[in-house]
């Protein structure tokens, strides 16, 4: 497993004088006028994403800063942010007593709960994504290159670790070169971004119909050990089946429910967000057919066969339920370009985003590259909801992972040897769970 990156911040050491030397190397033929054409988005993911010298991040908001039992995590890595960077509202969550709920004044549907997950439901998170949501029948990103184990990467690698025998190979898929024409060849790496169009309910029929390629299997994939695999995972899906070539999602492969664990969490963080002061009553522009924000509350997350036999408490006809979403693994270089997720039909429901293990910097911006994004500081437990018009189609992205975050909950559970192999990976990965809604409540797709 990767040993976590050695500190940069400190100039006595050896890992600062390299950097810098890299850095004094790959900018001696800086081209400025190159730097003036970014976007204010640009700019902002490179400024985070610099290794030397390590990026300032005063401007980005640290909520963890306002809780005091987080001041060790504050501290980790020389990583901290400020605690005024934006303006913002703090609420009283409805459900749960002494946590808070974040509103932004100029985001519109942007929310977030620092803190939101306890240290064991962070572990059991960690644990789902890796062991259960990482497998058939869920996609991830290795999946086109190689023939994973029916048991899944995870289990295999734990497996090897356990057994300590020399551990078998996983094969890549056999490809010749006359697939590459009946496939979308893809690099192999992080997960690339396409400009598709916005889902909507009049284009859903057109774009459902779509024939989407599949990726191509890399023709020079060496076979590889579960333990040299296991650093490049980078996503698994959740939930419907999303076709990463085309940015589309493709309903013929039929619905995979949405892991209990998760559905749980993201209805938890749904119902405890006081709505009516996240969005007014006065501004109902852009929501389509109705503002849906009163309902969530009570149908959000509820599985439609409670529906069905009427074994809730509210009078509900149909729900808004959770069904797509990916994990993301980022290990400590990965980033996430700026992107717009803009493939769900419905456009308004909360998508909830669950950070774990190391930090990282969050970039929130508007519907174009052009405005400056707002940047905060995501820690481990944290939860993001992006909700309503705005804020579900805005740009948004993650250009650093934080190195030496990993916070003291996720080292050594006393008298849990299960735990170390966890605890390892977690070292250098960030793990976030990201969890949408394809329809609109009460939208028929005719599947
Ligand atoms: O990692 C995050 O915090 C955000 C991930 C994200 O935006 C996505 O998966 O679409
Ligand atoms: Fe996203």
């Not at 006809?317 to 992107?339: C, K, W």
């Not at 030496?404 to 080292?411: G, K, Q, R, V």
């Amino acid at each position: 497993m990767t040993v976590p990156p050695e500190d940069t911040h400190d100039p006595s050491t050896a890992a600062y004088k390299k950097a810098r030397r890299q850095y004094l190397k790959s900018t001696r033929n800086k081209d400025d006028r190159i730097e003036a054409q970014w976007t204010p988005f640009r700019a902002a993911e490179k400024k985070y994403k610099a290794k030397f010298p390590p990026p300032d991040l005063s401007d980005v908001l640290d909520l963890a800063l306002l809780d005091d039992t987080r001041s060790g995590e504050c501290k980790l890595g020389g990583w901290s942010g400020s605690a005024d960077a934006l303006v913002f509202r703090a609420v009283d969550l409805e459900e749960e007593k002494g946590k808070k709920v974040y509103i932004f004044p100029s985001i519109p549907g942007l929310v977030v709960i620092p803190s939101f997950i306890s240290p064991d439901d962070q572990r059991t998170l960690v644990r789902v994504s890796l062991r259960d949501q990482a497998k058939h029948p869920n996609e991830t990103n290795l999946d086109t290159h190689y023939m994973l184990p029916e048991e899944g990467l995870w289990n295999a690698y734990l497996k090897a670790r356990h057994d300590g025998t020399s551990e078998e190979s996983i094969p890549p898929r056999a490809a010749t070169s006359d697939d590459q024409s009946h496939y979308i060849v893809a690099e192999p790496g992080p997960r690339k971004l396409i400009s598709n169009e916005a889902a909507s309910k009049e284009n859903y029929a057109t774009i459902a119909a779509a024939p989407a390629l599949p990726y191509a299997p890399s023709l020079n994939a060496k076979p590889m050990s579960p333990t040299t695999l296991v650093p490049k995972l980078r996503w698994a899906n959740i939930g419907w089946y999303y076709h990463w070539g085309s940015k589309q999602y493709d309903f013929t492969r039929g619905k995979i429910e949405v892991n209990h664990a998760y559905r749980d969490v993201c209805r938890r963080a749904v119902q405890a967000v006081p709505w009516s002061q996240v969005f007014s009553q006065d501004d109902l522009t852009d929501w389509g057919d109705e503002p849906d924000w009163t309902t969530w509350r009570d149908s959000y997350g509820i599985p439609s066969y409670a529906i069905v036999l009427r074994i809730y408490d509210a009078d509900l006809d149909t729900n808004s339920e959770p069904d797509a979403g990916i994990v993301n693994f980022y290990q400590a270089r990965d980033t996430l370009m700026a992107h717009v997720d803009r493939s769900e039909v419905c456009a308004t429901s909360p998508l909830v985003s669950i950070s774990l293990g190391c930090a990282a910097v969050f970039l929130m911006g508007a519907m174009s590259r052009d405005t400056k994004p707002a940047a905060l500081l995501l820690r481990s437990g944290d939860i993001v909801i992006m909700s309503g018009p705005h804020c579900r189609r805005a740009y948004h992205g993650v250009p650093r992972i934080l190195e030496n975050t990993l916070p003291a909950h996720f080292s050594s559970v006393a008298g849990d040897d299960e735990w170390i192999p966890y605890e390892e990976y977690l070292g250098t990965t960030r793990v976030n769970i990201n969890v949408r809604q394809v329809f609109p409540k009460g939208f028929d797709p005719g599947l």
